[in-house]
């Protein structure tokens, strides 16, 4: 009966052991995963910051002008036609101190150039170029924005722009 005692308090104590073995080992392992650098979780950036570039002329979306066209298949017949020598060659340059400078070529193929301040209103929805000399600035809103593409609405047409590369 003694070594039966003594036979069952060794397998309990060899339980017991194994048992806090493995929970010291868990424990380790929880403390080094925790252990870990957390990540750095950057701030939004604003409106301003992603506009501050240079924004080349990539597509028109003439839908939205065909609305306020008289003759929309015309309409639709002219941006078409243009909008192969527009795209690439109309910029927009947004530089971080309010300037900016812009080359336009319009619908009649004549290219303009301006250069003045701009500035965001209405919430940052607004985007506001002040071309010098120009007793009025030119609003364009700002239809849809992100690092990689920029729509301004345009005398009803959403002008879209691409970083000049």
Excluded: R
Excluded at 56 to 66: K, S
């Amino acid at each position: 009966m003694k070594l039966k005692n003594v036979m069952f308090g060794l397998v309990i104590a060899l339980a017991v052991s194994c048992g806090s073995k493995e929970t010291k080992d868990n424990n380790a392992a929880t403390t080094d995963s925790t252990a870990t650098e957390a990540t750095e979780v950057k701030a939004p950036v604003s409106v301003k910051e992603t506009l501050t570039k240079v924004w080349v002329l990539n597509d028109i979306d003439y839908n939205v002008g065909l609305n306020a066209a008289k003759d929309k298949e015309a309409y639709k017949a002219q941006l078409e036609k243009v909008l192969a020598d527009m795209k690439g060659k109309s910029e927009l340059n947004l530089s971080a101190d309010g300037k900016v400078t812009v080359e336009m070529m319009d619908h009649t193929n004549t290219v303009k150039n301006y250069t003045g301040k701009w500035s965001l209103t209405d919430e940052d929805k607004t985007l506001n170029v002040m071309p010098e000399g120009a007793l009025d600035p030119f609003q364009w809103t700002i239809w849809e924005i992100s690092p990689e593409s920029l729509s301004l609405l345009i005398n009803n047409t959403t002008m879209k722009f691409v970083p000049k590369k």
